[in-house]
């Protein structure tokens, strides 16, 4: 990147609200099933259907809102979007415009350890348009498909004001909200399937000007990896351009992950393009002081919360404890081992060691955890108990992960166990000494780095297997 350049980005964030139900029809959301298979008058956009408003979709809405630090508005409206596109039957999408559900929110990030407060502009409740599928370009003759399914799935956007100033914001940003969603349960937030989706909205401008230079909007970005990789490419993009005299457009640009690069789809429409106007055949959206404060009684614990309260009920280390929380999945796991187990700080370091180690090397998240947390335990407790040295418990853990088996299988197949027993201990230690006469003397002459070495052809004799710490006392006892 060059100097004397300023990014900002801010992010337009699509999140899908796990509802029964669509948002204006009683159609299933689910992913996945026989195209057009969920579909009803209302979310074909039949003439004459009317649309109705889940209330489930509008009380996860708020949580979501809530749990963002907005305020949410007493009174909002819904709006027709009007565009064309061939999976939009309507020719409008019902979205909310000038009075949004919830406004002035924010989120706290950390980068490179600074917290950054970033705003959130605003919370709306949307439906989803259908989705286009293309079959054959550009090699062929190209067939064109239209699934409606999605048409009319409940979603919210999320604006952030223009705060993020580099793709590492961003990345963490995202992330924070991925999180705050999947703990609030509000949304799986899975963006294969699309039920997270995030354009990013990026100018840049001289380093001391105030006033934001053109930006564009990057679209596609179906993971967070291509997120930052599209943000730093388009960063790059619009300095070279203004510094060679060119000019940035206000477009709509796609990531191709394939090549590396945005390219331009289209010039972007303004707000007024869409002609907004009152949706009529909706009242307006009414939220009363006791229905915010039945949603907020009714809020599942979040992650900053969580990670407080692991910190003072399980004496953790408060980055152990961002870590652990840092999803949700995970910081169940943990304390059901830390119950299970009765360790927790043993069951943590474990966890952040040693079983995240494993899940990253074979690709796996902490859902697909081929070893239970249950499973975990027992072998926090066998380290805890010196019945295994750290060292065993290792080779077990990985023999666990890949067989699926318990600690206690493991042990009795390959014969584990530690020794504990001084005087098999002892027995060995004098095996080793009378084996190696020079080292014996050297020892006795003073050089007593020579005493490491003994304790290794220990720890080989047994495979491994002696307590660590009695075999330091039997020799030191056998060899002084
Ligand atoms: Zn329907
Ligand atoms: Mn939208």
Redesign the pocket.
Known sequence: MLSGATPSDFAEVHVQLLTKS?IF???SPRFGDPPNS???P???GLPGALPVLNRDAVTMAMKAAQALNCAINPRSRFARKNYFYPDLPKGYQISQYDEPLAKSGWVDIKVEGTHKRIGITRVHLEEDAGKSLHEGFPDSEEKSYIDLNRS?VPLIEIVSEPDLRSPAEAYDYLTRVKTIMQYLEVSNCNMEEGSLRCDANVSVRRQGTTTFGTKTEVKNLNSFKFLQKALAYEIDRQIKLIESGGEVLQETRLWDSREQRTYGMRTKEFAHDYRYFPEPDLLPLVVSEKWKEEVRLSMLELPDARKQRLVGEYALADHDASELTSSKFLASYFEDAAKASGEPKLAANWILSELLYLLKESNKGITDSPVTAGNLADLVRLVASGTISGKMGKDILAEMFSTGKRAGEVMAEKGLAQISDPEKIATVVREVIAANPNQVEQYRKGKTATFGWFVGQVMKATRGQANPQLVQELLKKELG
Do not use: D, I, R
């Open positions: 669509k029809c009683s159609c969920n579909t009803c209302v979310c074909l009319g």
